[in-house]
């Protein structure tokens, strides 16, 4: 969808929908108001007849609205004054596109950005308006035998006020643009079922995004090259596989050669079935969703590359399938990781850990300025925080500060939990340097704690996404999170450097 700014008369812009935002039932927005004069006091003629339920998100189109060149007016109701937030803003946004996919025009100018809660700069509002609107566009269709008629809607265009600067609004839509592309591929990634979407496909991922922006180099490290390096833990999970792993490295110098890269870790399980300590059967299909960490890098890779970042950036991306077999882990294995720490495997459906301990350790070859990995990794993070908020785990406070701020300006927040010392002798071994579980009391902390011991040369913060990373029930399916936190992460830092 191409998107564009456009400033001036409202009444006076040609267009297939101009779309107005209206408050409760019948206060008119800034931009509502213009229209309304122009049009001779017709808007607010209709509103006071009651057809507008003052209910965020509800709609009313209007033909043929005297003294405009526009050829519908699309009415939106953004709620009432006192529950203006950002929610109700995002709610308008998207019943809104939902309407103009429905009529099927093929552009329509957008004006209720500038209507947005006074919490959003105008910058930020532009950018949902973006965002929420792309994001709605999503479907999948991949593996669906009947594709439906592609969007109507081929241009949107953004009414800019007078006052607002064109620069800032233009590099609003670039951000919103890139971010929405970004969600999308990890939304696409997480979708795929396991049968197509395996660790050979994510390097082929890896490679595609390679092609489409030559900026990124990428490596792929076979298993004879992490057995070479000494990968056990690694290993031990995707010998019980039929599907080779791979160890994606991808590589984006966007910054002066010598500047320490920020490093990417996504936990890239292509299907956890748990192994030899196998899940129960309901609900397991969703452990096909055990790679959204690792989706969630390459989207926001996409994302940062598609900016031109200023930023030396490194994704790397363990992958692999968990499942039961011959060679599998078993339950009081213990295996020797790249660090050289060994770990007696008491549950093999803590696999993640295993996987990304011999890729956090593998990051020190890069000095990073830190490193942030993501991963689907407990089940206690998902009933600790529900599908609102994921888990973050860091001894950083700035990094902390950083990621938590991010979170909330990208409304893909994140909520700190503990990673004390006290808790490091839940995973004691009687046999091995430590195990790969604690107890169930803390399973999310418990989890950090282990990858902190594979973390101690960088800078490092932890994303428990278990819970955020998809829906379920109706809406089952990906949710791209948490790749708007990284990218507004990722912004600030190229701002602060730049
Ligand atoms: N991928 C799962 C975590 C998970 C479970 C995410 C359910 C989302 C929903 C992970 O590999 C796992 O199985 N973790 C175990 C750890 C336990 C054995 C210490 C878990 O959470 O049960
Ligand atoms: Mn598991
Ligand atoms: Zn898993």
């Not at 969007?151 to 953004?158: D, I, T, V």
């Not at 490093?263 to 055990?290: C, E």
């Not at 950036?313 to 790249?338: F, H, Q, R, W």
């Not at 890729?359 to 998902?382: H, K, N, Q, S």
Request: glycine share 10%.
């Amino acid at each position: 969808m191409e998107l564009s700014i456009k400033s001036g008369d409202l009444a006076a812009r040609r267009t297939p929908c101009l779309m107005l935002g209206v408050i409760g039932e019948r206060q008119l927005t800034e931009p509502a108001r213009l229209v309304d004069q122009a049009s001779g006091g017709y808007l607010t003629q209709i509103l006071a007849r009651g057809d507008l339920d003052g209910e965020a998100g509800r709609t009313l189109l209007l033909h043929e609205v005297p003294g405009l060149k526009a050829d519908r007016v699309l009415l939106v109701a953004l709620g009432p004054q006192d529950k203006l937030d950002r929610k109700s803003y995002h709610k308008a946004l998207a019943a809104a596109f939902l309407r103009l996919a429905e009529i099927r025009v093929k552009e329509a100018l957008c004006t209720l950005h500038a209507s947005a809660p006074p919490s959003l700069d105008f910058a930020l509002a532009l950018r949902d308006a973006v965002t929420v609107t792309l994001d709605k566009g999503y479907r999948y269709e991949a593996t669906k035998s009947e594709k439906k008629p592609p969007l109507a809607l081929a241009e949107l265009q953004f009414w800019l006020a007078a006052d607002n600067p064109k620069s800032l609004a233009k590099e609003a839509l670039r951000r919103g643009q890139a971010l929405a592309a970004g969600v999308s591929l990890a939304k696409e990634l997480g979708n795929l079922p396991g049968n197509i979407c395996t660790p050979g496909y994510l390097a082929d991922q890896a490679r595609v995004l390679a092609k489409a922006f030559p900026a990124l180099k990428v490596e792929i490290l076979e298993e004879d090259d992490m057995a070479k390096l000494g990968m056990g833990a690694l290993l031990s999970v995707s010998r019980g596989s039929r599907q080779p792993a791979k160890l994606i490295v991808m590589n984006y110098r966007g910054d002066k050669k010598d500047a320490k890269p920020l490093v990417l870790v996504g936990k890239g399980l292509t299907f956890d079935a748990g192994g030899i300590s196998l899940k129960p059967g309901p609900d397991m299909d969703q452990m096909k969703f055990d790679m959204c960490g690792a989706a969630s890098v390459l989207g926001a890779l996409r994302a940062a590359l598609e900016l031109k970042l200023p930023l030396n950036l490194i994704g790397v991306i363990p992958a692999s399938e968990n499942l039961p077999d011959g060679a599998a882990n078993k339950p009081g294995d213990i295996v020797t990781s790249l660090s050289g720490q060994t770990i007696e495997i008491l549950n093999t459906d803590a696999e993640g850990r295993l996987i990304l301990c011999d890729a956090l350790t593998y990051c020190e070859r890069f000095e990073p300025a830190a490193v942030i990995d993501i991963a689907t990794l407990t089940g206690a993070c998902a009933i600790a925080l529900g599908k609102v908020a994921s888990g973050l785990f860091t001894a950083d406070e700035a990094l902390a500060a950083d990621l938590l701020a991010a979170g909330e300006r990208a409304n893909d927040r994140a909520w700190r939990l503990p990673l004390w010392d006290d808790y490091q002798p839940l995973l004691d071994s009687n046999f091995a340097d430590m195990a790969n579980v604690g107890p169930r009391e803390g399973g999310a902390i418990s989890g950090a704690c282990f990858l902190s011991r594979y973390a101690k040369k960088f800078p490092w913060a932890h994303l428990d996404i278990a819970g955020t990373a998809w829906l379920t029930g109706k809406e089952k399916g990906g949710t791209g999170r948490p790749v708007p936190l990284l990218v507004e992460f990722l912004l600030q830092r190229a701002e602060a450097a730049g």
